[in-house]
């Protein structure tokens, strides 16, 4: 069984920067993807941010050079750091790993962080 715990979220102004990390815990093999997901009131669940070991990183659009995902393998974490946040971007963050437990794949979700951007 595979955990994550985000945390780092919280309340900020328009224009200002917030970092989330995600620790997973558990006995896996190796993570070979991580990502980042929003989901707004009303709204279904988006990608915001994806790294995997293969492929590389991608953006959705409306966060591209505003965002940016990172990992430190030694930690078990993957961070978001968001910068010139906007109002559009509230919306509970919540963080994925996928990888490899012994004789089986995971896929893992956290609890997700609430991130509210005021105007």
């Known amino acids: 069984q595979v955990q994550l715990v985000e945390s780092g979220g919280g309340l900020v102004q328009a224009g200002g920067s917030l970092r989330l990390s995600c620790a997973a815990s558990?006995?896996?093999?190796?993570?070979?993807?991580v990502g980042w997901y929003r989901q707004a009131p009303g709204k279904q669940r988006e990608l915001v941010a994806a790294?995997?070991?293969?492929?590389?990183?991608k953006y959705a659009d409306s966060v591209k050079g505003r965002f940016t995902i990172s990992r430190d393998n030694a930690k078990n974490t993957v961070y978001l750091q968001m910068n010139s946040l906007k109002p559009e971007d509230t919306a509970v963050y919540y963080c994925?790993?996928?990888?490899?437990?012994?004789?089986?794949?995971?896929?893992?979700w956290g609890q997700g962080t609430q991130v509210t951007v005021s105007s």
């Open positions: 558990g006995s896996f093999l190796r993570i070979n993807a």
């Open positions: 994925n790993a996928e990888g490899r437990v012994l004789f089986q794949d995971f896929s893992s």
């Open positions: 790294d995997s070991s293969g492929g590389g990183t």
